[in-house]
């Protein structure tokens, strides 16, 4: 096929996070157990599955045409490639991860000037060794194959470590005493397939339904039906995107009212309605908000 866009998706901790947001885009995507080339129902996509670390890499150099991997690995690259969208998402919920410098909790070190002429152990050794530098610190900074929160303190002095929660420093007796950076999952593009116009249509389209996609994980639809007096109170307490849609019922003294809310406000926002007045309500979960 002529017309097709190599995408890289990421294996590993971004793994299920990203393919439920591409199914949720609209692209059935399935990945057999020990398969790296996923199933896209989509003929003009073509997936292969890879580490994050290295999805940048190889966009860059045209291998793919675009991909979706860390603004970190990003970074930790040196990556030349097209950030087409921040993609607010990581594996454990809807929030940016950090990178971070963790020492043991019995440790006398309080910033990153303590760590002079320490040793630290990480996956991001280019990042952490330019913070490092920004802060006028030379410090030993080696590459961790894994375990890295394990090795505070016998192996080395402090880790450089991604978290999302801080839930795994804790439990290894960490604590956090820089944070380096803020990272968000990000679709990135090679530079000549931006440049390409079938390709570049391609990727925003895929841009634009996983944005959509995103922006309604935190909210659901709401149906419920009012009688015309009481229409004024209600919509005073709905909320809305813009403004709810009414629409006329049958019995031409009650209208029926739809909008779209934050799902945080449902709990307190339903029985509200209910008490001034509203009926029959409805609360649906949404695929996609494509503003």
Same mark, same amino acid.
């Given at each position: ?5 190599? =995408? ?8 299920? +996070? ?7 885009? $609209? ?21 292969? /599955? ?16 675009? $991909? =979706? #991997? $860390? ?6 690259? $040196?990556?030349?490639?097209? %950030?087409?969208?921040? /993609?607010?998402?990581? @594996? ?29 152990? #990480? ?9 490092? @530098?920004?802060?006028?610190?030379? &410090?030993?900074? %080696? ?10 303190? %016998? ?33 990135? &593009?090679?530079? &000549? ?5 079938? !390709? ?13 996609? *995103?922006? &309604? %994980?935190?909210?659901?639809? /709401?149906? *419920? ?12 307490? *709905?909320?809305?995107? !813009? ?29 509200? /309605?209910?008490? +001034?007045?509203?009926?029959? =309500? ?10």
């Amino acid at each position: 096929m002529s017309n097709q866009l190599r =995408i890289g998706l990421p294996k590993g901790s971004l793994q299920e +996070a990203t393919l439920r947001m591409m199914r949720k885009a $609209g692209f059935n995507v399935s990945v057999g157990d020990r398969s790296y080339s996923p199933y896209i129902d989509d003929p003009e996509l073509n997936g292969i /599955l890879i580490r994050a670390q290295e999805i940048a890499r190889y966009v860059q150099e045209g291998v793919l045409d675009c $991909g =979706i #991997t $860390g603004k970190d690995w990003i970074m930790e690259n $040196g990556a030349d490639v097209v %950030e087409v969208a921040s /993609l607010i998402y990581a @594996k454990q919920g809807l929030r940016p991860v950090r990178l971070v410098l963790a020492v043991h909790n019995d440790s006398d070190f309080q910033s990153v000037q303590d760590l002079q002429g320490k040793r630290i152990a #990480t996956e991001l050794v280019n990042v952490t060794r330019s913070f490092l @530098k920004e802060h006028g610190v030379e &410090a030993h900074v %080696e590459y961790s194959w894994g375990a890295t929160e394990a090795k505070v303190p %016998e192996l080395v002095d402090a880790i450089s470590e991604l978290t999302e929660t801080g839930s795994s420093l804790r439990a290894n007796n960490l604590r956090v005493i820089e944070t380096i950076l803020e990272s968000t999952t990000r679709l990135i &593009a090679n530079k &000549a397939a931006w440049e390409d116009e079938w !390709k570049r249509a391609k990727i925003e389209n895929i841009c634009m339904l996983l944005e959509g996609a *995103l922006a &309604a %994980e935190e909210k659901v639809g /709401l149906k *419920l039906n009012v009688e015309r007096t009481n229409l004024d109170n209600v919509l005073q307490i *709905l909320p809305a995107m !813009k403004n709810p849609t009414i629409s006329n019922l049958s019995d031409d003294q009650w209208v029926a009212v739809e909008t779209i809310i934050d799902e945080k406000t449902v709990r307190e926002l339903i029985p509200t /309605l209910r008490r +001034a007045g509203a009926q029959g =309500i409805i609360e649906y979960p949404l695929n996609k908000v494509i503003p």
